[in-house]
C-alpha cells in the first residue's frame, strides 16, 4: 500500500479489508482477532497509528516503530498461530507522524486460530466475529479447494465410467469443438491427456464424477448430489404443490448437466435479431447467461461437502446453490480476469466443449442478465454455500394477481389460494384447455383441479362457455358499482 493509497483510505469510511488501530506504544490486544480474520476470509491491511472515531480517522502515529515491528514479527512467527503466517510491513510518514501498515494476505491453510480453534475469527463487512462451530468446520474442508477432485481414486480405472456418458461428451467435442490431437484418440489416452484418469489408468475424482456410473460415483462420492426442482410460486410454503418438477437422480455431472439445460432452455425469452449480414435469428443471450450460471455450479461446487448443491425455479426468480465458498468475495471477482474453479479438471471439459466463458469472465456474464432483462442478479457468498440468484422478468404469481384484479373484485382475488390463482394464469394463456391438462401443469390430481375450478366459477371468476369438450373457459370482468 502506497501513501497515497493508505491516505485514500483513511478519507473514506473503514472497509471490509481495512481495519485501523491506535497502538501508541503497544500493539493493541485485539490485533490477533483480525489477523486470524484477515487470514480465514479474502486477506487485508491493518493500520496501526490511526484512530476512528465514527467515520473520521485520526492519525496519531506510533512512538516506537521498531518495538512494535519486533514485536509483531515475534509474534506471528511464533507458536502464537496454529501456522506460521505470512505478511509484509511498512512505514509510512503522515501529517509528520509514523504510522505501520501491515498486509495479511488469505492463507491457504485455514482455519488460522490463536491458542485453540476457539480463537478463530472471520470478517463480516469491518468488523471482526468469532467463527462458529459450523464456520469452522467448513473452513477445515475447504482446505481441499481445487485439490481433492484433482486426486487419483485408488483401484479405479476406466471401467467404471459410463462410456455412454464418455462417447456422448466426446461426440459433443467434435460437433462443436473440433480438437483434432483428441479426436482420434483411444479412449484410455483421451482420459489421459484431460485428466480424466491417471497415467496409470486410476481415475480422478473428477473424472469419476463427469463420467462414472451412477452407483460407482456414489460409492467413492457419497454426498454427491446435483438437484433440480421446478417450485410453483415465489417460496416452498406458498406453493399450491412442493414442486411441478424435479429431475431423477442422475448418473454423473454430464448426464445432469444435459437434463437441466434442456429445462433452463424453458424459462426464458429468445426472440429474434438480426445479425450482421441481416439473418433473423435467435437471441440466445439470456440463455447463455443460464448456461454460464448452471455450469459454473458445476465446476465450483464442493462435491465433498454434505450441503445439498441444486437449482430452484421459483416463479419470480431462479436460485443457484452450490456447497462451498468463493476463493474470494464475488464482488471483488466482478470485472477483474481472476478464475480459479474448486474442480479444474471439470472445468477444463466444460471449457473445451465451449460450455463455459475463460479466465474470469463467468461473473460478468452473470452481471449482465440485468442488462439484458431489467432484473437484478445477487451472489451470495457464504462460508459453507454460494448462492446466486437471477430474478426472472415476469412472475406468474404477480401477473395473475395483477391482471385478474383489473378483471375481479379485488377482496375476493386476495382470497384465493396460490393454485386458484396459477389455474387462472393458465386459463388466460388457453382458455380452451381442459381440467385434466391443467392437472398435468399442476401436477395435481383433475379431482383438485374440478374443485378449484368450481370454487371460482361460484365466485363468478370463471364461467364455462359451451359443453366440456369444444367449450372454453371464459374469465368474468367485475361490475362497475
Not at 127 to 138: H, K, L, S, V
Not at 331 to 339: C, F, P
Not at 419 to 433: A, F, T
Request: glycine share 6%.
Amino acid at each position: 500500500m502506497t501513501k497515497e493509497e493508505l491516505i485514500g483510505r483513511l478519507q473514506d469510511i473503514e472497509w471490509d479489508d481495512f481495519e485501523v488501530k491506535e497502538a501508541k506504544s503497544a500493539l493493541p490486544k485485539n490485533i490477533w482477532e483480525t489477523v486470524s480474520a484477515f487470514a480465514n476470509t479474502s486477506g487485508g491491511w491493518i493500520v496501526l497509528g490511526v484512530k476512528q472515531n465514527g467515520k473520521v480517522f485520526e492519525i496519531q502515529g506510533v512512538e516506537n516503530v521498531e518495538k512494535l515491528e519486533q514485536d509483531f514479527v515475534g509474534a506471528v512467527r511464533s507458536q502464537k498461530f496454529n501456522i506460521r503466517l505470512s505478511f509484509s510491513m511498512k512505514r509510512h510518514v503522515v501529517e509528520g507522524k509514523n504510522v505501520l501498515t501491515i498486509h495479511i494476505p488469505s492463507s491457504v491453510q485455514k482455519p488460522v486460530y490463536f491458542g485453540n480453534p476457539v480463537n478463530s475469527f472471520i470478517r463480516i463487512g469491518s468488523g471482526d466475529q468469532r467463527a462458529t462451530e459450523n464456520e469452522i468446520m467448513a473452513m477445515y474442508h475447504d482446505q481441499s479447494f481445487g485439490v481433492r477432485s484433482e486426486l487419483s481414486v485408488p483401484g479405479t480405472s476406466l471401467s467404471l465410467l459410463d462410456m455412454d456418458s464418455l462417447h456422448g461428451y466426446r461426440n459433443y467435442l467434435k460437433s462443436f469443438n473440433v480438437l483434432t490431437a483428441y479426436s482420434d484418440l483411444a479412449d484410455i489416452d483421451f482420459c489421459r491427456r484431460l485428466a480424466i484418469c491417471s497415467d496409470d489408468g486410476e481415475l480422478t475424482y473428477s473424472g469419476l464424477l463427469m463420467f462414472g456410473k451412477g452407483e460407482e460415483v456414489l460409492r467413492y462420492v457419497p454426498t454427491f448430489c446435483m438437484d433440480y426442482i421446478e417450485i410453483p410460486g415465489r417460496s416452498v410454503a406458498e406453493a399450491a404443490t412442493r414442486y411441478s418438477y424435479r429431475i431423477p437422480e442422475q448418473e454423473n455431472l454430464w448426464e445432469a448437466y444435459q437434463v437441466v439445460i434442456r429445462r433452463l432452455l424453458t424459462l426464458v425469452d429468445r426472440p429474434f435479431r438480426m445479425n450482421s449480414l441481416g439473418v433473423a435469428e435467435d437471441d440466445n443471450r439470456q440463455f447463455e447467461v443460464l448456461r454460464e450460471a448452471w455450469v459454473n455450479m458445476l465446476m465450483h461446487t464442493d462435491h465433498f461437502s454434505p450441503v445439498r448443491s441444486g437449482i430452484r425455479v421459483f416463479t419470480d426468480r431462479i436460485e443457484f446453490m452450490n456447497a462451498g465458498t468463493f476463493p474470494i468475495p464475488p464482488e471483488r471477482l466482478y470485472g477483474t480476469l481472476y478464475s480459479s474453479a474448486r474442480n479444474p479438471t471439470i472445468a477444463k471439459l466444460f471449457r473445451f466443449a465451449k460450455l463455459s466463458e475463460n479466465v474470469g469472465f463467468g461473473i460478468s456474464k452473470l452481471m449482465s442478465w440485468k442488462e439484458l432483462t431489467g432484473n437484478e442478479v445477487t451472489i451470495r457468498s457464504e462460508r459453507d454455500y454460494v448462492l446466486v440468484i437471477l430474478y426472472l422478468k415476469s412472475d406468474v404469481v404477480e401477473n395473475v394477481v395483477e391482471n385478474v384484479v383489473e378483471n375481479v373484485v379485488e377482496n375476493v382475488v386476495e382470497n384465493l389460494t396460490e393454485r386458484q390463482k396459477i389455474i387462472i394464469s393458465i386459463i388466460k394463456d388457453n382458455n380452451s384447455i381442459s381440467a385434466a391438462q391443467i392437472s398435468t401443469r399442476l401436477s395435481a390430481t383433475i379431482r383438485t383441479v374440478q374443485r378449484d375450478l368450481t370454487k371460482l366459477k361460484s365466485l363468478n371468476i370463471l364461467r364455462r362457455v359451451g359443453p366440456d369438450k369444444g367449450g372454453y373457459w371464459e374469465i368474468m370482468e367485475s361490475k362497475e358499482e
